[in-house]
């Protein structure tokens, strides 16, 4: 969602378990990090002189955690990535929170590897969320995604875990956004030799083009 004219919020979400529960609290996460209802959305907040502003990413993860364990109360969590993006400087601010890892595939072919893990929302009350700092340059991509790519499993039950999915991203790097995020589906379902995913897999892929140009 659009924060203001310089900046927009990515963010990749999965709630624990299966079924109309989950599908219930995963809409509701998406109708509170909603640019169509500002007014509703968790993560704006008025500036200073009345403008949209957001909270820094961290905070972000605070305030969804207080309101899973005080407001909600319910028996799920879940994990998110979540990050603003500073569309003319490139610039970003990244929150993990028990997500996987969030990558940046650079323009030179390397693949960065963010954060460090992070708790999940909803498990302990008045947890701490940790952020980091991080810079696009034109042509650098921000990719997040569920770990239904890390803990899909082959048929002898082994998971394809972060390294997998680093050298399936690595090797599909050359490609455009769209078809890169087609090949890790087909390369996935290569590691699982066919079998059907046994969770949700997901994923989004930010391309940052540079400032826009008048």
């Known amino acids: 969602f659009q924060i203001d004219a310089d900046r927009l919020a990515l963010f990749s979400v999965d709630v624990s378990g299966h079924g109309v529960a989950s599908a219930m609290m995963t809409a509701r996460l998406a109708g509170l990090l909603s640019g169509g209802s500002p007014d509703q959305n968790i993560a704006l907040r ?14 972000v993860a605070e305030r969804l955690n207080r309101m899973m364990l005080e ?25 993990q929170a028990g997500h996987p890892h969030p990558m940046v595939l650079r323009t030179d072919g390397r693949v960065d590897l963010l954060g460090d893990g992070g708790m999940p929302i909803g498990l302990i009350d008045g947890a701490s969320f940790g952020q980091f700092d991080g810079q696009l340059a034109p042509g650098d991509r921000l990719f997040l995604c569920s770990d239904g790519l890390t803990e899909c499993p082959n048929p002898q039950g082994d998971e394809l875990g972060g390294d997998g999915l680093l050298q ?9 956004s769209a078809d890169l995020l087609e090949a890790l589906v087909w390369d996935l379902s290569a590691f699982a030799e066919g079998a059907e995913f046994p969770d949700d897999v997901s994923g989004l892929i930010f391309d940052y083009r540079g400032p826009s140009l008048p």
Do not use: M
């Open 168 to 176: 399936i991203v690595a090797r599909n790097a050359v490609l455009p």
């Open 46 to 59: 008025a500036g200073p002189e009345g403008q949209r502003d957001a909270w820094p990413p961290a905070i």
């Open 71 to 95: 407001d909600l109360q319910v028996d799920q969590y879940f994990t998110i990535a979540y990050a603003e993006v500073n569309l003319t400087t490139g610039r970003f601010a990244l929150t």
